[in-house]
């Protein structure tokens, strides 16, 4: 009986085995279409595939110009600009590999109502700009150029023909990177819109007059544009360049430490309303929400630019600037999803340091799900 069994055993493995040699000599691709083979082959678990955002389609798109989209991930890995930790430069790196979970088939956002990875938005992953580490002055006129070449990119006809005046033009979504990328962001913007809006989430102003910064090497009567050029500055010199709508933008989640009361002072001479971090504790999150589109309104075109440093670094330690007392992660997505009216134009989430991070991800983490959460206001 014992025999018979194991006949039959052999008998059966030689046969799936010759099933296997059957099916590995037949003749590749036959009567497959191309739709067979992306559904067969075409999807990545979230730890598998290449490191694009989300596991999108990647194009080099500053290589390819005629690229259409609606939405583009776009990776600024500069961080020369920094005044203390530096590291940022590896921000869009680590933020793609920890958006690796978020992949199309399961980014249904039932909040929302909506999978942005599938729904009216075509997204890809236009990499990294290629930014010198050696000269800031050249690393300011390469993003410049960059993000000016891209502002003049072409949505797809579909989206074009929206009745939502906001999405017939292609956004970036940037991924720091130190914080002064946001002034060649602003340059290319004001090509397209005029002046925008801010709406800044930070625990510093970003608005300091570069002097604030001592040096006895510097000529204050005569500084060069690198010397002024800083995470810290890029407001000031936006404002000073006219590319901030007067009396429009906001900063959220304040918390810093100052050089003096002239520093809010110059703040309000550029025209902005500060919102301090402790004031999600008396207001709570749909009164700072109310706060911010009440200012900014539904019409102005915003930028949106995200420090992953207002969140508290018991949360998000991976960043250049720490800045104890923070909001949560969770605050900062719920003001995010409050805020979903404005007519954002383009966004940036940036000093992400990932070498300041644990070994769970943690700040990269909760970049990547701010990136998610911020294409809702795109």
């Not at 025999?3 to 010759?18: G, N, P, Q, R």
């Not at 809006?197 to 625990?203: N, P, R």
């Not at 900062?332 to 644990?358: C, H, K, S």
């Amino acid at each position: 009986m014992l025999s018979l069994v194991l006949t039959a055993a052999l008998a059966a493995l030689a046969a799936a085995h010759a099933g296997h040699e059957d099916a590995g000599t037949q003749e590749p691709f036959v009567g497959w279409t191309k739709d067979d083979l992306d559904a067969k082959w075409g999807t990545d678990w979230g730890f598998s595939g290449i490191s694009t955002f989300a596991h999108l389609p990647h194009t080099r798109c500053l290589q390819n110009p005629d690229v259409e989209y609606d939405i583009a991930i776009l990776g600024a890995p500069f961080d020369t600009a920094v005044s203390y930790r530096p590291g940022a430069r590896f921000g869009p790196r680590a933020i793609r590999a920890a958006s690796a979970r978020q992949t199309s088939f399961r980014g249904y956002n039932p909040r929302a109502g909506l999978n942005p990875y599938q729904d009216w938005a075509k997204i890809i992953d236009c990499g990294d700009i290629p930014i010198t580490p050696f000269d800031n002055g050249l690393a300011l006129r390469q993003m410049t150029e960059a993000f000016t070449n891209l502002a003049h990119s072409v949505a797809p006809k579909d989206s074009a023909e929206s009745t939502i005046s906001y999405r017939r033009k292609p956004k970036l979504l940037t991924l720091g990177g130190d914080h002064s990328i946001a002034l060649p962001t602003l340059r290319a913007l004001n090509k397209i819109y005029g002046n925008v809006a801010v709406v800044h989430f930070d625990a510093h102003l970003d608005t300091w007059h570069p002097a604030k910064y001592p040096s006895a090497w510097v000529d204050p009567n005569n500084p060069s544009e690198q010397s002024f050029f800083t995470h810290g500055t890029m407001f000031w010199v936006a404002h000073n360049e006219s590319l901030i709508l007067p009396n429009k933008s906001v900063h959220a989640g304040l918390r810093t430490r100052l050089s003096g009361i002239g520093d809010n002072e110059d703040d309000d001479t550029q025209g902005w309303v500060r919102i301090a971090c402790d004031d999600i504790d008396d207001l709570g999150v749909k009164g700072v929400a109310e706060r911010i589109m009440g200012h900014v309104g539904t019409e102005t075109p915003v930028y949106l630019s995200i420090d992953i440093d207002v969140i508290d670094p018991g949360l998000a330690p991976g960043t250049g600037t720490p800045e104890p007392g923070g909001w949560t992660t969770r605050e900062l997505i719920r003001v995010l999803r409050a805020i979903e009216g404005m007519n954002v134009v383009g966004a940036d989430i940036v000093e992400v340091a990932p070498a300041y991070d644990g070994v769970g991800e943690t700040t990269a983490l909760a970049a990547a799900q701010v990136a998610f959460e911020a294409r809702g206001d795109l």
